[in-house]
């Protein structure tokens, strides 16, 4: 079935280091691709999103690529700062008959950036 | 854009108390609707979603319910909760994307 695999944490970096949060999914057909952050005591935010193979996702420094070939998703960032600390979620969409539903996530990422 | 309001924030019950946990959509119609829990060292787990009033369809056997009594709004509930039913609780309404609510910090003593 449909699945999200992501590297365990946590993850602690310095603040300025490269980042890599690792993903990769198995499906049937071609699902779009999500990164979700959950910064402290707050719910879930779309941080970004792919459609189709080789769609890249940006936001705040962020990025994504869509790799059929790999089926991977992973995330990076060139220079994290401390307020990217947080737990962040990759994930697909399962189709239902044809109208989209039901994230399916990865266990979640922690980020602790220090200064 | 769509407006997802999910409370209480953060809740504190006794096992073998009820349980209800309220998700009410603004900013669309006909909403598909799911209930996420996130267990401590855990991902997120699919517990319900509903394509409509009334329908309801349970991914995983646990001894939680859900309703939809009106179109934007969802309920989670329990007779009786488990130690084990301690965790973060998220709605969400999704289709092309999601949207979710700021979660309910579920702790049962």
């Known amino acids: 079935g449909n699945s999200v695999t992501q590297m365990e944490g946590p993850v602690t970096l310095s603040e300025e280091a490269f980042l890599t949060i690792n993903c990769t999914y198995t499906a049937t057909g071609y699902p779009s691709l999500f990164w979700y952050v959950q910064y402290p005591g707050e719910g879930l935010q779309l941080l970004l999103k792919?459609?189709?193979?080789?769609d890249k996702g940006s936001n705040k420094g962020f990025e994504a690529t869509y790799r059929k070939e790999t089926t991977s998703f992973h995330l990076e960032k060139g220079s994290v700062q401390v307020s990217d600390s947080a737990v962040y979620f990759c994930a697909q969409i399962k189709n239902y008959g044809g109208s989209q539903g039901n994230l399916i996530f990865g266990k979640g990422t922690k980020l602790s950036v220090k200064p | 854009s769509q407006t997802i309001h999910q409370w209480p924030a953060t809740l504190v019950q006794p096992v073998g108390s009820p349980l209800s946990l309220e998700c009410t959509v603004e900013?669309?119609?006909?909403?598909?609707l799911y209930w996420y829990r996130q267990a401590a060292g855990r991902g997120l787990q699919l517990l319900f979603y509903?394509?409509?009033?009334?329908?309801i369809s349970s991914e995983v056997p646990q001894n939680l319910s859900a309703s939809r009594p009106q179109d934007r709004q969802f309920i989670l509930s329990s007779k009786k909760l488990l130690l084990s039913d301690s965790g973060f609780y998220l709605c969400a309404s999704i289709r092309a994307s999601a949207f979710f609510g700021q979660g309910t910090r579920l702790t049962v003593v």
């Open positions: 792919a459609t189709k193979a080789d």
């Open positions: 900013g669309t119609s006909n909403p598909n």
């Open positions: 509903s394509v409509g009033i009334g329908q």
